[in-house]
């Protein structure tokens, strides 16, 4: 089965997605086996989730609304966990 997945979450961090929530975004994202697109806007452009270097390069500072998108068949599920950690203001989810 080839499952898609789409949500949105605001992001409250501080400082915004700068280096420390940006590699536990990525290091969540690779625990999937679907793949998880990123961006600042509902539209796109979509960022590869699992890139610790693109998704630092999108600064997307505190305030912002973060998209994902996932298809694959876990994507549900790297969705809802990506939301929550964002949701948790980078937190270990485990």
């Given at each position: 089965?080839?499952?898609?997945?789409?949500?949105?979450?605001?992001?409250?961090?501080?400082?915004?997605?700068?280096?420390?929530?940006?590699?536990?975004?990525?290091?969540?994202?690779?625990?999937?086996?679907?793949?998880?697109?990123?961006?600042l806007a509902?539209?796109?452009?979509?960022?590869?989730?699992?890139?610790?270097?693109?998704?630092?390069?999108?600064?997307?500072?505190?305030?912002?609304?973060?998209y994902f998108?996932?298809?694959?068949?876990?994507?549900?599920?790297?969705?809802?966990a990506l939301?929550?950690?964002?949701?948790?203001?980078?937190?270990?989810?485990?």
């Amino acid at each position: 089965m080839n499952g898609q997945a789409r949500a949105s979450v605001l992001l409250r961090h501080a400082v915004g997605l700068h280096a420390r929530p940006a590699v536990k975004l990525t290091k969540l994202a690779k625990r999937f086996a679907c793949r998880i697109g990123f961006g600042l806007a509902a539209e796109g452009p979509w960022i590869d989730a699992k890139s610790i270097v693109k998704v630092m390069a999108a600064k997307a500072p505190k305030d912002s609304t973060l998209y994902f998108q996932a298809e694959g068949d876990d994507a549900a599920a790297a969705v809802a966990a990506l939301v929550l950690l964002v949701e948790r203001d980078f937190e270990d989810v485990d």
